[in-house]
Each structure stands twice: as structure tokens, then as C-alpha cells.
């Protein structure tokens, strides 16, 4: 079964610096692989997706993420952090035939201004 | 534009009484969840629908059952509240198992 680790509870960055959070999936052949945020009291949206082609994909509000086979690993980055990016940050992932996701258990990034 | 849309927001109850979450989307989607938010545990899945007219257990089913009762909704009940199911509730809906969620607001349930 597919599994997803995000290894880090909660992020503090300053405003402006750059942003990594760190997913890592368990799964045997190729995942399909998300980024959603979550807003405080609100549901989840989509930040970007990874299915197969360019293993750099681009996603909404300047965010991206590197799939790497090698390291199971689909980290989100973003090269300068505003104060609106302070959320719940959820990475996912699906496997062929499961029709369903398995969500990781969040990172809570906050902002220093 | 509606998209997800679960009612009610807000509940509370008292141990043992039963409730039923509505789910409604609007985009036509043929996938519909129901997922458990807590604090430290990220979303947990509670039941699926892949296509109308048939449903599944997810990692969480104890202590629920859901109805897909047509295209657009896909209800979740409690039988017997217990306080472990105090949470936050999320419906989502997707054209399929493999494209984006959409998530409603959530549903908080505390149960006394």
C-alpha cells in the first residue's frame, strides 16, 4: 500500500527567504503525486500535481516541485515567501488501481515578518 | 460556482445521538470522499464513492456509513456519536482517482 511522510510538523520562515517542505512517498511503481494547501478554516486546494514528463512541475501562487525517483521524494519549493503563504501544506499520493489518495500528515508553515 | 458544498458547518451532539453530513458538488464528478481531519493525523479517509452508485471503506469506516444517492451527493452518517468522532469533516470530488480533489469547507463536529 501507498504511503506518504512529510518529516517536518511545523516550518518558521522569514518573509522573503526561500521555502522547501519535504515529501516522502512509499510505492512501488510510479505514484501520482500532489501538493494541496490548506488555508486556516478552510478545505484543501490544489497546488500542483505530478504524473509523468518533466519531473519539475509548476504550480499555482509561484510554488514547484521536483519529483525524484531515486530519493522518493517530491519536496515543494518556493524561491521567496510572502506572509499570504502561511498555511497547512499537505503533500498526497495515488496509486494505479487504488482509487483513492493517501495525504501525509501536513506541515504548518508560519511567517515571520 | 458552488463547486463543494457541505452542510452544516457547525454541530455539536451529545453521545449516542446520530447525524447525517450532506455533501453536494456541482462539476459533474463522478468520485466523491469523505475525509477526518485531526490534529498531528493529516486527512484520513473515511468512505469513497469511485462512480455513482457504489461505495467503499477507506482507512476509517467504524462508527459510519454513507449514501451516494445520486450524481451530485454523497451523504456520511454517524449511528451512535462517540467523542472519539469529535473532528473537522471534508467532502471532496473528483472526475476520477487520479485528478485533483476538490474539497468543500468542513464540517466541525464536537460530541459531548
Known sequence: AQSVTQPDI???????????????????????LFWYVQSPGQGLQLLLKYFSGDTLVQGIKGFE????????????????????????????????????????????????? | NAGVTQTPKFQ??????????QCAQDMN????????????????????????GTTDKGEVPNGYNVSRLNKREFSLRLESAAPSQTSVYFCASSSGWDQPQHFGDGTRLSIL
Open chain 1, 65 to 113: 516541485a521536483e519529483f525524484k525517483r531515486s530519493q522518493s521524494s517530491f519536496n515543494l519549493r518556493k524561491p521567496s515567501v510572502h506572509w499570504s503563504d502561511a498555511a497547512e501544506y499537505f503533500c498526497a499520493v495515488g496509486a494505479q488501481g487504488a482509487q483513492k489518495l493517501v495525504f501525509g500528515q501536513g506541515t504548518r508553515l508560519t511567517i515571520n515578518p
Open chain 1, 10 to 32: 511545523h516550518i518558521t520562515v522569514s518573509e522573503g527567504a526561500s521555502l522547501e517542505l519535504r515529501c516522502n512517498y512509499s510505492y512501488g511503481a510510479t505514484p501520482y
Open chain 2, 12 to 21: 455539536v451532539l451529545k453521545t449516542g445521538q446520530s447525524m447525517t453530513l
Open chain 2, 29 to 52: 464528478h463522478n468520485s466523491m470522499y469523505w475525509y477526518r481531519q485531526d490534529p498531528g493525523m493529516g486527512l484520513r479517509l473515511i468512505y469513497y464513492s469511485a462512480s455513482e
